[in-house]
């Protein structure tokens, strides 16, 4: 166990007071990102809010969809969180959930997950008084058909209750793959 710090503000630690900081959240915080972000799917479970399946069913079966599709790690791992963050952040769950896999995936990855909620759009918005072509904001992106494609294909897909769904234990190797990465971002803007 590590000794604690003498330091009240952050200004004055010293930097062996730092070091011990560092690795004490690599061991408590880091390395754990995994299970935690599997422990949070699971919060998923229950409600299906008028759809056929619940969320946690949703996300293995957009996952499901994209590994079968032989769809690259980074890309089957954000089908299986992209909607991780649904029963925290409902307004903008696309946004927090593209936060939590930023420092781990590639750029194309990032950018579906953040804007799949407005690509999804396309494939209902009209039936409940919304513009289904917002996504078309999007259209210089290099990135919009990787974001219509893991709509339309996976995500608007993935609520049939007789869909043969893989397990969580198919993905478990992917996601720890996934989160074992040196994280990126820290101390970037």
């Known amino acids: 166990m590590a000794t604690n710090g003498t330091f009240t503000r952050m200004d004055d630690a010293t930097p062996e007071e730092l070091a011990v900081v560092v690795q004490e ?54 089908a299986l969180f992209h909607d991780i963050g649904d029963a ?11 936060a939590i896999l930023a420092p781990y995936v590639d750029d194309e990855t990032t950018w579906v997950v953040r804007h799949h909620g407005v690509f999804q759009g396309y494939h209902y918005w009209h039936k409940i008084g919304f513009d289904r072509n917002a996504r078309d904001r999007y259209r210089d992106s290099p990135y919009f058909d990787a974001a219509a494609h893991f709509c339309g294909a996976w995500d608007q897909e993935a609520f049939d209750p007789d869909y043969e769904t893989l397990p969580i234990e198919a993905f478990e190797p992917l996601v720890r793959e996934v989160f074992s990465r040196p994280a990126s971002g820290f101390g970037d803007d």
């Open 25 to 78: 959240a690599k061991v408590h915080l880091n390395d754990r990102v995994a299970d935690r972000l599997l422990a949070q799917l699971d919060t998923l479970k229950g409600p299906t809010l008028g759809y056929r399946v619940d969320r946690y069913e949703h996300s293995l079966q957009t996952a499901s969809r994209a590994l079968r599709e032989g769809a690259r790690t980074d890309m089957v791992v954000a």
């Open 88 to 98: 925290l952040a409902p307004a903008n769950h696309s946004e927090l959930a593209a």
